[in-house]
């Protein structure tokens, strides 16, 4: 099948327009990718974060509780 050379260069634009949005599609994957691990980053540092504080919290509430005993303690005596 021959074509003629107005079907070439449709062609071939086709082809570089083809090539455009390959590497339009391959930038956006890679920035989505990008942002899915930084999100992950940020889960993975807020949840660490909110442990870090549970644990401190309960720390503080138990030095509390021995401090008010020990107060009680004192007052009875």
């Not at 990008?34 to 401190?56: F, G, P, T």
């Amino acid at each position: 099948m021959e074509f003629t050379s107005f079907e070439q260069e449709i062609n071939a634009d086709r082809e570089s327009w083809l090539e455009r949005v390959n590497v339009h599609l391959e930038r956006k994957l890679e920035k989505a990718i990008n942002e899915k691990n930084m999100l992950r980053n940020q889960s993975y540092h807020y949840l660490s974060q909110n442990l870090v504080c549970q644990a401190r919290t309960r720390s503080l509430k138990a030095r509390l509780k021995r401090a008010s005993r020990r107060k009680k303690e004192d007052e009875g005596l």
